[in-house]
């Protein structure tokens, strides 16, 4: 299967080709004919899947074979977003796919001014993508009118929702043609959003993509059991230990990310935490360190993890895990993206071992139990000094007896 098998055409397909897309992933190769047909889409898709493409390739090439000139301030599409990450992301990806077509998008967000965005959309924009408090102001001052919008995105519906953005999405439907083409796109699907859905689409066709419960291939899972007090001193030592490239690491809560970030910068990791209290310049700051490398690693909670895309992460580490076990599969789809390998580490303390076990059942026998020796275990039946700067050799690890059910049994027998 190629792009070309779907009818794309040639500006496009010579884009995807410098992007290095070979071949469509799946919700693209199922999502792109139809949208290109003229029907809704309701799709169940998290980031890692390639959904974007999958609704700006058919959005891109319709416009681009039904070109009108775009009248100051009214828009041929508009694509939704929950953060400011993913909608730049979006912008991002239009900006590559769109290489040697005229048509023109902008990205409009809170947080910042919105002269260069205003300024942008006076000289007119056939694509929208937006967050929706910012589009909803600009809105209520005339500087966009939705009046002839074709195609509307939802994109990370459920998170939109959880975010509270619900009352804005609404008003901003009034606003919308009752004559377009609309793809809804969700991780999860809650009763609210099958109500959402089903006020916003016609006769859509379902894609399914990578559901909540299939973590992505190529991912290596390992947890350490640990006290919590001794996590600072493990993840040091993970990282002398582990040929970590780029890492996210996740935390409970945006204090803890604070924390961590800050305890690796002491010992020379450069790491930024990410939270929605922080500016939106340092929250792109963090966000294009981390593109460029500077900075290896990126720490956030759940909700500031949201949206954010960064190529080629080589691990996400749990350095604390979540209590609902589809958040773990979710994380861990932030490395080993569109087939790389990737590596996932949980470190699990005694009150977080009913999570564990939950996670393990979603992913029977996957999850390796690793230890670095010198490190105190949760069961207190190892009274060991913390020993940090551990040569490599010092580490074991042993599989995780996914038979047992029983982690505390199996740690036990890899020390004896
Ligand atoms: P998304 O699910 O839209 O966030 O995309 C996840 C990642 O997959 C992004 O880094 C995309 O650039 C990449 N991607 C999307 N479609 C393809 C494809 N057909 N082949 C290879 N990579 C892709």
């Known amino acids: 299967m190629t792009f070309e098998n779907l009818n794309i055409i040639a500006p496009i397909t010579q884009a995807l080709k410098q992007k290095g897309y070979t071949e469509p992933t799946p919700i693209q190769q199922i999502a792109i004919p139809h949208l290109l047909n003229g029907s809704d889409v309701f799709g169940t898709a998290q980031t890692g899947t390639g959904k974007t493409a999958a609704f700006a390739i058919p ?58 965005q205003t300024a942008f959309l006076r000289k007119g924009v056939d694509i929208v993508i937006a967050t929706p408090g910012r589009l909803l102001d600009l809105m209520n001052q005339g500087f966009i009118q939705l009046d ?35 793809g809804f796109f969700t991780a999860t699907i809650p009763p609210e959003i099958k109500a959402l ?43 002398l230990t582990e040929d970590i490239d780029t890492a996210l690491i996740f935390t409970r809560t945006k204090h803890g990310a604070d924390r961590v970030a800050r305890d690796l910068n002491r010992i020379g990791i450069t790491a930024e935490a990410i939270h929605g209290n922080k500016s939106q310049n340092l929250r792109q ?11 290896k690693v990126l720490v956030a909670t759940d909700i500031a993890s949201r949206g954010i895309d960064i190529d080629r992460l080589s691990h996400v580490i749990n350095f604390e895990l979540p209590e609902v076990p589809e958040t773990y599969i979710h994380r861990i789809g932030r490395t080993g993206r569109a087939g790389e390998k990737g590596t996932a ?35 207190n039946l190892l009274v060991a000094p913390v020993i940090i700067q551990r040569p490599r050799h010092a580490m074991q690890t042993n599989r995780f007896d996914s038979t047992s059910n029983n982690p505390r049994r199996s740690s036990y027998r890899s020390r004896y």
């Open 285 to 295: 700051r963090a966000l294009n360190g981390d593109k460029s490398r500077s900075i």
């Open 345 to 379: 580490i949980s470190f699990c303390a005694s009150g977080e071992r009913s999570s564990l076990k939950d996670i393990n059942k979603l992913l029977p026998g996957t999850i390796e139990v690793k230890r670095i020796l010198g490190f105190k275990a949760t069961e």
């Open 59 to 116: 959005i891109l090439q319709k416009l681009y074979l039904n070109h009108s000139d775009s009248r100051t301030g009214s828009i041929r599409a508009l694509i939704l977003a929950p953060t400011r990450e993913l909608a730049i992301q979006i912008s991002d990806s239009f900006s590559d796919y769109s290489k040697g077509l005229k048509l023109r998008h902008t990205v409009i967000y809170g947080g910042v001014s919105q002269n260069p």
């Open 197 to 239: 859905a089903n006020s916003l689409l016609t006769r859509p066709v379902m894609v399914h993509a990578a559901p909540v419960s299939t973590p992505a291939d190529g991912i290596n899972h390992s947890v350490y059991y640990v006290e919590q007090s001794d996590k600072k001193a493990l993840l040091q030592q993970v990282f």
């Open 148 to 182: 002839r919008v074709e195609f509307f995105i939802l994109d990370e519906a459920d998170r939109m929702l959880d975010m509270g953005f619900a009352p804005d999405i609404k008003r901003i439907i009034t606003k919308l043609p009752a004559r377009r083409q609309t």
